[in-house]
């Protein structure tokens, strides 16, 4: 790649590859969003819709924030903060360059992205942080007071490390400057992910400053989304490619699917992008929407993820492609979730037969251990809401059952082989201790994970029809292996 010129503003005025270039002047650009958690997610998503709308509206520029790691700073700041988007689809890829983020902030204890919040400019903050970042207990969605981060915020001193510090000691600042109202709209994968985000910022405020928290009940809108696009980790090889492909270096480019989606609670106080003419859907009502994702597209994933890596299978597309995975996932969704469903408007057989396209695009290479990580916190909303409302109505979940049981076979840690591996999730060091003191009696271990009330809940660690099915899948899956499990759910 040395002869190749590396992506930049300079850059941008002599190029004549493939790649399609911003249709608006970058220099016009001002800043008026600050997102947290620059990811590729955020990359593929909410800044693709952000650049749709600069050129009528430039004064919507996005502000990133990374709270921990500087990687992706360090890639995208020589750069002007330009990248690639890859979109991939069979054997077509088709670039194109990424203007909205101006500019990237990461330093220890973020006191730059909390100053970029409470500037007069900002008028929305988005965040897609991941679920564990919230700091909450799973299963209640309360503030989690113990939670390190939150302790050490609570304990004051410059800066902030937590999601809900970092907002709340921005917010505090706003206010004590008397500035105007602001929308802060979560865009993680969490049900009612607005509402959450509006409670563990209120729970916090109201910690030390009871005040505080009722001056952001009347000036903070925390509008609830639904986000959806397929978005792998970007390799070494995708880098390569796409150079090849647009004939410049990009550090960190980005890849997904064609498709994407963002339904929005149209709750805004400080004004908003025109994110319609980028096709958002701008609504009065989330809730349904968040529900039909989170519980087809993720639960399905979380299900491919665990069955499909007890199955040997380390991408999406190659668990979808085994005969037996891609019927247990479909009949799951078509008769054990899709019934708990009422979204107005959307045919939700038709959107199952369109996850199941989406997921088979080997193109993708989204792989099976990083949808499986950090199941604790993914877990409640994704599978056992399903559940919960299947019990209610007396209705069997068995699938679903399957599906939990594999979650709690991977946090055993304990390979197809008997080898151990990394369980890369913020209670990980709980599971490991409790394989150490209960395995090799499969039993006792899931017993001992199904006591866990932050994830379970009250109602369902107590649910004894529920821990049976668990446990007997649980065993067969140590046994005898993810198809001999699948093999005996029939109802
Ligand atoms: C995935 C999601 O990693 C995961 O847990 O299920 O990131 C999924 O790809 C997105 O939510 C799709 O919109």
């Not at 004064?59 to 921990?68: C, E, F, K, N, Y």
């Not at 700091?135 to 490390?161: E, V, Y």
């Not at 600042?173 to 910022?201: K, W």
Request: negative net charge; glycine residues 8%.
């Amino acid at each position: 790649m040395s002869d190749t010129k590396r992506l930049s503003n300079g850059m941008l005025a002599g190029y004549a590859g493939s790649a399609k270039l911003p249709d608006y002047d970058r220099q016009r650009i001002s800043p008026g969003i600050v997102h947290l958690g620059i990811g590729a997610f955020h990359r593929a998503h909410q800044a693709v819709y952000v650049d749709d709308c600069l050129r009528v509206e430039p004064h919507w520029g996005i502000v990133g924030a990374s709270l921990r790691r500087a990687d992706t700073r360090d890639a995208l700041t020589p750069q002007d903060g330009l990248y690639t988007l890859a979109v991939r689809d069979g054997e077509e890829t088709r670039t194109r360059i990424v203007g909205s983020v101006c500019d990237i902030i990461c330093e220890t204890g973020n006191e730059p992205v909390i100053a970029a919040i409470a500037s007069e400019s900002t008028r929305i903050v988005t965040l897609t942080v991941t679920e564990k970042a919230y700091c909450r207990d799973p299963a209640t969605g309360d503030l989690d007071l113990d939670h390190p981060d939150i302790r050490a915020d609570l304990a004051g001193g410059p800066g902030a490390k937590s999601v809900p510090g970092v907002l709340v000691a921005a917010l505090a600042e706003r206010r004590d400057r008397g500035l105007p109202p602001i929308t802060v709209v979560s865009c993680d994968n969490l049900p009612a992910n607005g509402r959450t985000l509006a409670g563990v910022v209120a729970q916090f405020a109201g910690e030390n400053h009871p005040q505080l928290a009722s001056w952001i009940e009347t000036n903070v809108a925390f509008p609830s989304t639904m986000v959806d696009r397929i978005v792998p980790a970007t390799t070494d090889e995708d880098r390569v490619g796409i150079a090849a492909l647009t004939g410049y270096e990009d550090a960190w480019p980005v890849i997904t699917e064609p498709f994407s989606q963002w339904v929005v609670e149209d709750r805004f106080v400080a004004g908003r992008p025109a994110l319609e003419i980028a096709g958002a859907l701008m609504t009065q009502d989330v809730l349904p929407f968040e529900e039909m994702k989170l519980r087809l597209l993720n639960g399905s994933h979380s299900t491919l993820a665990y069955l499909g890596l007890q199955s040997g299978q380390q991408t999406v597309s190659d668990a979808v492609a085994d005969p037996m995975l891609r019927s247990f996932v479909e009949t799951m969704m078509r008769t054990e979730i899709l019934p708990t469903l009422d979204v107005p408007g959307v045919d939700l057989d038709a959107y199952i037969g369109s996850l199941l396209d989406r997921f088979a695009n080997t193109a993708l290479k989204h792989r099976t251990m990083q949808i499986a990580m950090d199941g604790s916190q993914k877990i409640p909303q994704r599978l056992l809401g399903t559940i919960r409302d299947r019990v209610v109505a007396g209705l069997p979940h068995n699938r679903l059952d399957l599906a939990v049981a594999a979650w709690i076979r991977h946090v055993s840690g304990a390979g197809l082989g008997g080898e151990a591996y990394e369980v890369d999730d913020p209670m990980a060091a709980l599971f490991a201790q409790i394989a150490r003191d209960t395995l090799p009696d499969a039993s006792a271990f899931g017993s001992t994970v199904l006591d866990q009330e932050a994830i379970f809940g009250a109602d369902l660690t107590s649910d004894q029809p529920f821990r049976t099915a668990v446990l007997t899948h649980l065993l067969t899956l140590f046994n005898s292996g993810a198809q001999a499990a699948m093999r005996t759910v029939r109802a």
